[in-house]
């Protein structure tokens, strides 16, 4: 399984790099709002294997520019890791729903390449067993990207933690956005 988050994530890496070669590239004008609307996907690590092996889900981020190459976000929407067999047949389970609440800043490095890293809470909408507690999770999501005037393409690392239950996901976001 490592092997194919390895390879996953240099493949992402590299749809990264290449979209959008021929655009200008971008950077955020100081004191410039912009608004994305994002396509997530991602294959879930550690603790959240056995459940699931395929995140598909939606986001919303509002961008801020500090400076040219320096811009804060704020990011939500909703994550739905979809179940295994195992949980659905073995724990009679169900698909775990999650509602990411991030905050973060985007370093554009050059040529419209950015790194980038968010922190916030994930709040399950409804756990995988019918019945059980939701949960609050501390997320922490290191990633990189490449922005034109009008596409983000973003891979990164998404850590949950808490509640004696962590997990991750390596993630991959195309995103639309625009000037407010």
């Known amino acids: 399984m490592k092997t194919m988050t390895k390879m996953i994530a240099s493949a992402f890496t590299a749809a990264a790099i290449f979209i959008g070669t021929n655009v200008k590239a971008q950077t955020t004008p100081a004191n410039a709002l ?26 919303a981020r509002l961008q801020y520019g500090v400076s040219d190459n320096l811009a804060l976000t704020l990011t939500s929407g909703y994550y739905n890791f979809f179940a295994t067999d195992v949980v659905k047949n073995v724990y009679n389970g169900r698909s775990l729903g999650e509602i990411p609440v991030k905050a973060g800043i985007k370093a554009f490095v050059g040529s419209g390449f950015y790194l ?39 891979v990164r690392y998404e850590n949950f933690s808490g509640s004696g239950d962590n997990y991750g996901l390596v993630g991959l976001r195309i995103a639309y956005g625009f000037g407010l």
């Open 116 to 154: 980038a890293g968010e922190a916030g809470a994930g709040f399950e909408v409804h756990p995988v067993v019918e019945g059980a507690s939701k949960n609050t999770k501390l997320i922490l999501a290191p990633g990189l990207g490449y922005a034109t005037k009008s596409w983000d393409v973003g």
């Open 34 to 59: 912009r608004f994305g609307i994002g396509l997530e996907t991602g294959i879930p690590t550690g603790n959240a294997d056995y459940r699931s092996h395929f995140m598909l889900g939606g986001t």
